[in-house]
Every structure is written in C-alpha cells, then in structure tokens.
C-alpha cells in the first residue's frame, strides 16, 4: 500500500473516549500539532481497553501511515493493556526496564510507598522498544520500530503527560525516523463572530481564491473559524489571498492568532483605549461578567455590575422606570436602554453594556418568542439598543447573548458598523 512518507494515524486507547464520557482533546491536539509542523493525519481511530479490539486498530492503522501514534493504555491497572497489544502485534515478549524500574521504585519511596507487582506493569516493554521517561508521570512512553517500517509512539492518555513528552521527545523522534523532513504549511485563521457559515463561505467563494489555497470551515458555537492554508512555495499568492479575504470578512474578523478568544479581544481594547466597563444582566445571570473577569488584569477597566433578575431590583439599583416595566415587560428596548444607563450611571463608568431576554424553556409569547433578547450600549454620549433572536436552548441563548454585547462593544471600540441596526 502506498502511503506518503509525512502521513500519521492517531490510535485513542480507553473506554471513556468510546462511550463518550470523556471528549477526545488528546487526539485534537496532536492532530493540530502533526498539520502545523507538515504532516498529514490520516486516520484518528478510538477503541476501547480490550486487547482484541486494540489489536484490530493496530492491525488496520499501520499500514496506513508512517508513524501510528498510540495513547492511553499505559497505567497499572489490568485494563491498561496498550504494551501487551502492541507486543502481541509485533510478536514480542514483554520485558522489564531496568532503568525504568529504578525510577519508579525512587518515586514511590519518595512518596512512602511499596513498588507492587501492577506498579511494575508501567515499565514493562515489548523486547526491543525503547522507553521514553516521563519525568511527569509514573507511566513512561515507548517507541517501537514495527516489521513494516513504520514507527509505533505510545504515551500516557493524561493530556498534561502526552503534551509534554510530544514537545519534548516525540516530535524529534518522529522527525529523526524521516529521511526527508515535510515542509511547514502556510496558515491563517480568521476568527469571526456574527456571521453565519453559509453566508461566510458564500463571501469567501466569490474571490475566487486559486486552487493552490485550501480554505476550511470550522463552526465552534457561538464563533466560526476560516483557515486558509498553502504549501510554503506558494508565499505570495497566499500572502494575497489573506490580504482579500480579511477585506471581505473584515468586520467579523476578531482575531487571527491561534485560540483567539473574543472577551480577550475586547479586553485588549478597553485597556489600550483606557474605558471602563460596567455591565447589567437579567437572562445571562453573570455571565458577560464572568467572560470579562475571565481576563487577568480585568480590574484596570472592569468596575463590576449588577444581575438584575427582579423588577424591583432593577428599579432600586439601575433606576429602571416603573411604568416602562409595566408598560413594556422587562424584556424591552426601553427597560434595556435604562438598564445600561442606569449601570454607566451607577458604576461611574464610561462604558455600560445590559442584556435583557428570554431564555426559556418557557415564558415566550407571539411577540417575544424563546430567545428573543436586547442588548444595551450605554456611553457619555448616547444609549442604543439591539434586538436580537435565537432560538436555541436555554444554555445557547445565554452564551449567544454575552457574545453578542462583547461584540457590540468590540465594534463600537473599533468604529466598526453594528451587526443589527439600533432600535
């Protein structure tokens, strides 16, 4: 079977991945790692702790790829059975490591503890593996040169200890099995918020950008990520390529750098441009406060706020007018707009931002359905307001919200169009 020499398939060992009461981030990460430095996944396959079942992912996955990276199945227990599959594979007698078990023996005495026989199972080895110490854990990694050429990595499935050993030694064991090194890839990603996939994509597909680009779509609710990504001979048409699509996108653009993350885009704006934020909530119960404080260092600009959840504490500490919450419920432009008012007012802030809505499960109407909700922007000069809809669960609307009222922020920061109009 033809395979390219960059290719790598990741093999998740443990029955918490399979029955999905633990989310894969181990495979996620590597594969993010493998694409930054050139190589291609081919495969990411999950199984559970059975010695069958991991031997028929070996059996499917090495063929496939230069390099089979294997995690999980490393610990002392009797369901930690990823050495005796991969010795079985290979037709391998298991064996201790001398080196390996004096460690462990001198972390365990350090502790105050008996080394026991299932202890002794984390530094056994298929003969002629070679252990990879992991100074972060008890369980080291081994790497194994199988029969068909390809190179077998395995490490802990404790994200702390697998990301540490790949930084430190798995990534250059990788490269040092390679005759050739694979050639980087140029990429960007667009972060943006506020606009749909589809409509995005549709934008996008109207540049016509050359084949020689890849463009993929990734939607992570409530935010959407575009990555362009070409070989690195191809420099200047990529270069050009980000140039036209950041213009086309630019309004919803937040951030281009790795994990970017809208409440800390906001932060940054609110300490270059030195304003203070207070903020008033009802459905959201907090949580625009908390993304804002999620960001050390928010205490330069972020003065606090209030959850308004009652009519009466919103007429005592935001001076929400009485007839207006009759007159229009408290889910309103009008108690919105006073909300982020009164929030500015009482908090002596130059900025204020106040949502307002209906998160549900019940207390919709026909005129203000489950998920509808406002967004208030209160500054020295004017309040405005948005109107916004969603209907999405409880959790979801609440996010969509706080969102929103950052990004509403961001674009007034910015000077940048707002995506609603004002009411």
């Known amino acids: 079977m033809h395979k390219s020499p960059f290719s790598v398939s990741i093999l998740s060992v443990g029955n918490e991945i399979v029955d999905g009461r633990v989310i894969n981030s181990n495979a996620a990460w590597l594969a993010q790692r493998l694409r930054e430095e050139g190589f291609v996944p081919t495969h990411v396959l999950s199984c559970r702790d059975n010695l069958q079942e991991i031997s028929d992912a070996l059996q499917f996955l090495v063929p496939h790829a230069t390099c089979l990276i294997v995690t999980g199945g490393l610990g ?41 026989e299932s202890d002794l199972q984390q530094v056994r080895f298929p003969v002629s593996a070679k252990p990879i110490p992991n100074p972060v854990g008890t369980a080291p990694g081994f790497q194994l040169q199988l029969p068909s050429g390809s190179l077998l990595l395995s490490f802990p499935g404790v994200p702390k200890e697998l990301k540490y050993l790949w930084d430190n030694e798995g990534q250059k064991l990788l490269l040092n099995h390679l005759s050739v090194r694979p050639t980087k890839k140029l990429a960007t990603a667009f972060h943006c918020f506020g606009i749909p996939e589809s409509q ?21 609710f409530p935010v959407l990520e575009i990555r362009l990504e070409a070989d690195v001979a191809q420099k200047l048409l990529f270069e050009n390529a980000v140039e036209i699509v950041r213009a086309r996108l630019h309004e919803f653009v937040f951030g281009e750098e790795n994990n970017c993350y809208l409440p800390h885009v906001l932060h940054t704006l609110l300490q270059s441009q030195k304003k203070t934020l207070s903020v008033a909530e009802s459905c959201t119960g907090g949580l625009l406060g908390k993304l804002i404080t999620d960001n050390p260092g928010s205490s330069e600009y972020f003065m606090g706020g209030g959850i308004v ?33 009164g929030a500015r007012v009482r908090f002596q802030t130059e900025t204020a931002l106040s949502i307002t809505g209906v998160a549900g499960p019940e207390g919709g109407s026909m005129d203000k359905p489950v998920g509808t909700f406002f967004i208030g922007l209160a500054t020295r000069d004017s309040t405005v307001v948005f109107q916004y809809f969603l209907p999405v669960d409880r959790t979801n609307i609440r996010i969509y919200a706080a969102y929103c009222a950052i990004d509403v922020l961001r674009r007034h920061l910015l000077e940048l169009p707002f995506l609603l109009k004002p009411l």
């Open 76 to 116: 002392p227990t009797t369901d930690d059975l990823t050495r005796d599959a991969v010795a079985a594979y290979a037709n391998l007698d298991l064996e201790l490591d001398p080196v390996e078990q004096n460690k462990l023996a001198e972390y365990y005495r350090s502790r105050g503890r008996d080394l026991t």
């Open 309 to 341: 959840y009652s009519n009466a504490l919103k007429q005592s500490l935001l001076d929400v007018q009485e007839k207006n919450l009759s007159e229009f419920g408290a889910v309103s432009k009008e108690v919105c707009g006073e909300m982020a008012s």
């Open 200 to 220: 995005a994509g549709r934008r996008v597909s109207e540049l016509s950008l050359p084949k020689d680009i890849t463009v993929g779509y990734r939607p992570h």
